[in-house]
């Protein structure tokens, strides 16, 4: 097949999803999530870990730098509509954090600013640990400690890497996924939006 037929192709695909996916992605939700309140609350959750939202590729480019967008892995159109969408849910549904933490790579403050749920605070215990491009255990040492030092009475919303979320809670997301820990219990809970 003509490559300039494949992406006429693509990109009416990715149209019809924006129209009817997006719009199906919303109503799922809206339907499940009376729920997200649920889930906090059965395990006294405190904070929510959420992996960036999608981004298509695996890993960053070689030339990758912190701070230059141009040279990581971003958002694509649907991954911007997802978490203006996500954020929107959260709205609906009342959760409200105290903070709002990112990793510093593009694609997640991206999402955290998009969610538009409060001020973004960029913080280097939730860059990605998955190409070595930060120290791995320097990293989730950090990591370990905010949660270590986090009230049990405050609910924050931690936007990150699947490796670095996995590491922490032993659950896998997709992307936008979300899951709410315990940082007492060390419990973890899948919030699917699906």
Not at 25 to 43: L, R
Not at 67 to 72: K, V, Y
Not at 146 to 170: D, R
């Amino acid at each position: 097949m003509d490559m300039s037929i494949e992406i006429v192709i693509m990109y009416k695909f990715l149209t019809i999803f924006l129209i009817f996916g997006v719009s199906n992605f919303v109503t799922k939700a809206h339907a499940d999530n009376n729920g997200i309140q649920e889930i906090i609350n059965n395990i006294d959750a405190n904070v929510i870990f959420m992996r960036h939202a999608l981004a298509p590729g695996i890993g960053d480019p070689t030339n990758f730098k912190i701070g230059d967008c141009s040279t990581q892995r971003n958002l694509n159109q649907v991954g911007i509509t997802q978490a203006v969408l996500i954020g929107k849910q959260l709205k609906e549904n009342s959760i409200q954090f105290d903070k709002v933490y990112s990793s510093y790579w593009c694609r997640c403050y991206q999402t955290a600013s998009l969610l538009d749920i409060g001020l973004v605070h960029k913080f280097s215990g939730l860059n990605s640990i998955f190409q070595n491009f930060v120290p791995r255990k320097e990293t989730l040492k950090k990591l370990e400690q905010k949660l270590f030092e986090l009230p049990s009475s405050s609910l924050v919303i931690f936007v990150t890497h699947q490796v670095n979320i996995q590491a922490i809670t032993k659950k896998n997301v997709i992307s936008g996924g979300m899951v709410a820990f315990n940082t007492s219990t060390k419990e973890a809970h899948i919030i699917d939006l699906n």
